[in-house]
């Protein structure tokens, strides 16, 4: 396949993608967490497509994208405490997992064959535009190859998948910076399957729930792999300095060859995290070292993340 278009985001491009998606091909959208390869979520030959583009594992489910509270109704049977986080958070970085209603247009391979269903309604102008031309859920992981370093920008997407899609729609780097947080949740309490930009404490501020944190080893949501997010260089967490052979991402004191955030801001670092990967993954350095990361709010994202990338 030849490069993908890469369009700038505006009316033609949004209805180029939304033509692509219609014929059930896969499109690399704009979200403001990451880019997210988009295609129609009730059709499952475009599903398939997605997988195909990433190589990624049919056992790991998919995000389904929303315009709002209602879509997701007709989607899912959300508990009250799910309702709750939507009307707080949603249009936002927050993915509730919830049943799938019987009889939901969702193809199989969206879910993973699951009985529930993963669902947000995203924030970024590009995306919501998409979904309203379309008038259909969109399933949409990150726009990258399988377990490798997410995308926060056009050019990322291009360098991973640029021969695997026709069309990469451009709107800048995303503002978020990390894929949204991942929550399972029943009348009984929360369950985090993946940290993110909404914390634990908003959660349970909202809810007035406690939330647990997923420590099975089964997939029942999107990013739980544990090796995923990755480089292709081994990385070393907690680093103070650089060893000899290190490019160092640095944060707060520790300065690095780039820094997640001088400030020590983990808002910026989030922000940041993703590009700064890419960019020491492009290094001549055959390893890469990164600074502590407080684990606390947002830091407990940024150090899943990292983790994960570590594995």
């Known amino acids: 396949m030849s490069q993908a278009r890469i369009l700038p985001y505006d009316e033609h491009a949004i209805a180029e993608a939304a033509r692509l998606i219609a ?73 509730l997992v919830a049943p799938l209603n019987p009889g939901a247009p969702i193809a199989a391979l969206a879910t993973a064959g699951l009985p529930t269903v993963a669902l947000r309604s ?5 995306m919501r535009d998409l979904l309203q031309a379309l008038g259909r859920p969109l399933a949409a992981p990150s726009a990258n190859a399988s377990g490798t370093i997410s995308p926060t920008r056009a050019q990322h997407v291009a360098r991973s998948l640029g021969t695997a899609i026709d069309l990469i729609v451009d709107a800048g780097p995303t503002a978020v910076g990390l894929e949204s947080t991942i929550v399972s949740v029943s009348d009984g309490g929360l369950n985090l399957l993946r940290p993110g930009p909404i914390t634990a404490e ?10 647990s944190t997923d420590t099975s080893d089964t997939i029942t949501a999107p990013g739980q792999l544990a090796q995923h997010y990755a480089p292709s260089k081994p990385v070393r967490l907690d680093a103070t300095e650089a060893r000899p052979d290190e490019w160092l991402i640095g944060f707060g004191a520790i300065a690095g060859n ?17 590009d700064l990967l890419h960019q020491a993954d492009a290094t001549a350095a055959p390893r ?12 407990v994202a940024i150090n899943d993340r990292l983790r994960r990338a570590a594995a």
Request: aromatic fraction near 6%.
């Open 23 to 95: 014929a059930g091909r896969p499109v690399a959208m704009p979200t403001e967490t990451v880019y997210g390869l988009a295609a129609d979520a009730t059709r499952g030959d475009a599903v398939a497509a997605i997988y195909a583009a990433k190589g990624r594992p049919s056992f790991n489910p998919l995000i389904v994208h929303v315009l709002d509270l209602a879509a997701a109704d007709a989607i899912a049977d959300l508990p009250a405490a799910a309702r709750k986080l939507a009307e707080a958070f949603w249009p936002g970085p927050l993915t």
């Open 122 to 126: 995203p924030a970024h102008p590009a």
């Open 202 to 211: 908003q959660l349970t501020d909202i809810t007035g729930l406690s939330v």
């Open 258 to 274: 780039a820094s997640l955030s001088a400030s020590g801001d983990t808002a910026e670092a989030a922000a940041r995290l993703f």
């Open 288 to 299: 890469i070292a990164v600074a502590p990361v407080p684990d606390t709010g947002l830091g």
